[in-house]
């Protein structure tokens, strides 16, 4: 029984360590499939969920009301791997931060880019990234804004199949993404530093 007690203890202690080091961050960026799709392929992210954040409406949905929300992604990560101001270089590159209607071919308000902050930390690792791009174009206008985190509410029930689109619709989700123009856009403003592949 002590043995058995002992394996117990050892695994719940190894899982809460496991657990502890994960960090959330919420990040808008035009559609989330593309977002998710980026994200998961970065080192150190553990899970990527899909949803809606920065409105007041509750539980919003695709099909349904979701007026005054971002389209956005929670990204489960370990800090140990990629620290949060990484996830923030990586998120810049993955963005068009000029553009004031929407990401790419996708516009209107939900379609905004936008960085959510959970604390001052956050706030000010985000900002100084933000100066970091505002340095590399001068002569631009970065529309990107940092907003304080509000409830984020994933895409659940009968609209399940957003999470993981770029997964369980490849070709759809590629020629989507194809004709959004997406990825030429990022090369034109990113060149090699995009990071689609």
């Known amino acids: 029984?002590?043995?058995?007690?002992?394996?117990?203890?050892?695994?719940?202690?190894?899982?809460?360590?496991?657990?502890?080091?994960?960090?959330?961050?919420?990040?808008?960026?035009?559609?989330?499939?593309?977002?998710?799709?980026?994200?998961?392929?970065?080192?150190?992210?553990?899970?990527?969920?899909?949803?809606?954040?920065?409105?007041?409406?509750?539980?919003?949905?695709?099909?349904?009301?979701?007026?005054?929300?971002?389209?956005?992604?929670?990204?489960?990560?370990?800090?140990?791997?990629?620290?949060?101001?990484?996830?923030?270089?990586y998120y810049w590159v993955n963005i068009d931060p000029f553009d004031a209607?929407?990401?790419?071919?996708?516009?209107?308000?939900?379609?905004?880019?936008?960085?959510?902050?959970?604390?001052?930390?956050?706030?000010k690792i985000a900002e100084a990234s933000k100066r970091n791009i505002e340095k590399q174009f001068p002569d631009q206008k970065i529309v990107t804004p940092i907003l304080n985190a509000s409830t984020f509410y994933p895409i659940q029930g009968d609209e399940s199949y957003h999470q993981d689109f770029y997964k369980k619709s490849p070709t759809r989700y590629q020629f989507y993404r194809w004709n959004c123009g997406r990825d030429n856009r990022l090369k034109e403003i990113w060149g090699d530093k995009a990071t689609h592949r």
């Open 101 to 123: 209607t929407g990401q790419f071919c996708d516009k209107g308000p939900s379609y905004l880019s936008a960085i959510f902050v959970s604390n001052d930390a956050e706030r």
């Open 1 to 89: 029984m002590n043995k058995k007690l002992n394996v117990l203890v050892i695994f719940l202690t190894l899982f809460s360590a496991s657990n502890a080091i994960a960090e959330k961050a919420i990040l808008a960026g035009g559609c989330f499939w593309c977002m998710e799709s980026d994200f998961e392929k970065l080192e150190g992210v553990t899970d990527v969920i899909s949803g809606f954040t920065g409105g007041t409406l509750k539980n919003p949905t695709y099909n349904g009301n979701h007026q005054g929300h971002y389209e956005a992604v929670e990204i489960t990560y370990d800090p140990n791997i990629v620290s949060y101001q990484e996830l923030l270089e």
